[in-house]
């Protein structure tokens, strides 16, 4: 079968470094995503990985192990506007994406 | 990149009763998906809405149910029909950018069936 597995929730303190894991068996390989969600909205688009090795954007930067099924999402000097939900999904052989259930990440101050 | 204008952004419906979701997009796309993200759950994939064709359900869900039509390559609607509590979600509209790397989305509809 195909699976996504993500925490379900992450705590973490406004400044510091946070590391969001997925990792994933699906029937063929052609790209995987990092969204967020913010409560109550649609999902917006933070990276794209279909290589191996570590997408940077700005705060945020995203790694791909596709040997090993497995990404992470690490955000920097998080801010407060952080929490919010991140979502890994992979598109699969059928180019359909295939979502992981979602990661609550929680800023304290 | 794309734009889509969903709407109804939210909607409160009696049982029974059927509620159309429309979704517009600023370019010409192939494909456009409907999902469904039950309250503190990923998205669900219902449909794959193709211009001139049927469109393509995942298992779970029936057209008589969802009934999607997609008239040209801007524009679709889905149809929650026949609703029930259960039915009460955020349904959102989705295409690719040309290049494939970004799924854009419409705002989401959240329907509350009452």
């Known amino acids: 079968g195909q699976n996504i597995d993500q925490p379900t929730e992450m705590t973490a303190t406004e400044g510091a470094i946070v590391q969001i894991n997925c990792t994933y068996q699906?029937?063929?390989?052609?790209?995987l995503f990092w969204y967020q969600q913010h409560a109550g909205e649609a999902p917006t688009f933070l990276s794209y990985?279909?290589l191996d090795g570590l997408e940077e954007k700005g705060r945020f930067s995203s790694f791909l192990s596709r040997s090993k099924g497995y990404s992470y999402l690490l955000l920097k000097e998080l801010q407060m506007k952080d929490s919010a939900s991140y979502l890994c999904?992979?598109?699969?052989?059928?180019?359909?994406?295939?979502w992981g259930a979602g990661t609550k990440l929680i800023i304290k101050p | 990149s794309a734009v889509i204008s969903q709407k109804p952004s939210r909607d409160i419906c009696q049982r029974g009763t059927s509620l159309t979701i429309q979704c517009q997009v600023d370019?010409?796309?192939?494909?456009m998906f409907w999902y469904r993200q039950q309250p503190g759950q990923s998205l669900t994939l219902i449909a794959t809405?193709?211009?001139?064709?049927?469109?393509?359900?995942e298992s779970g869900f029936v057209i008589d149910k969802f009934p999607i039509s997609r008239p040209n390559l801007t524009f679709s609607t889905l149809t929650v029909s026949n609703m029930s509590p259960e039915d009460s979600s955020i349904y959102l509209c989705?295409?690719?950018?040309?290049?494939?790397?970004?799924?854009?989305f419409g705002q989401g509809t959240r329907l509350t069936v009452v």
């Open positions: 990985n279909v």
């Open positions: 989705s295409v690719w950018a040309s290049e494939g790397s970004e799924a854009f």
């Open positions: 999904a992979v598109r699969g052989g059928n180019y359909q994406l295939i």
């Open positions: 809405a193709n211009q001139g064709s049927e469109a393509t359900y």
């Open positions: 370019s010409q796309v192939t494909m």
């Open positions: 699906t029937s063929g390989f052609n790209g």
